[in-house]
């Protein structure tokens, strides 16, 4: 479940973000291309501060969609690639991108409640690495 920040009409990518775990610095990002559902999408799951729910296929943002040439992002922009300088290198994570199949509303939701749920999860997941 994420919120709407950007909708971008040129290339039908929605910008989604949720600041969890609470971070200081911005909270990332993920880029979803809905040219495949735009039909069934409405201006109110578009605009920005809808909290939705997608389904899709995840892609890196640098590898081109081979079904939608117009939501292809500049792979420069999005390379990944260490930054070599004086400073001590540094890999710049990669945002994740995803085709939709499926975008829906996430309905009236306790926030709350649900961050704390998904921090079980989390927990639990880190729990059964440490054990596993």
């Known amino acids: 479940m994420y919120i709407v920040r950007q909708y971008d009409v040129n290339t039908g990518n929605l910008v989604l973000e949720h600041n969890y775990p609470r971070r200081r610095t911005e909270p990332e990002s993920v880029i979803v291309d809905v040219n495949a559902v735009l ?25 081109p969609n081979p079904s939608f ?13 260490p930054e ?11 945002p994740v991108h995803i085709d939709a199949v499926m975008v829906f509303p996430a309905g009236a939701i306790a926030l709350g409640e649900y961050e704390r749920i998904l921090g079980n999860a989390l927990d639990l997941d880190r729990r059964m690495r440490i054990t596993g």
């Open 84 to 94: 070599i300088g004086t400073a001590p290198v540094r890999v710049t994570p990669r």
């Open 69 to 81: 040439s117009s939501s292809q992002l500049n792979s420069q922009q999005f390379n990944g690639a």
């Open 39 to 63: 039909q069934d999408l409405t201006s109110e799951q578009l605009r920005v501060g809808a909290w939705l729910n997608v389904l899709g296929y995840v892609r890196d943002a640098a590898t």
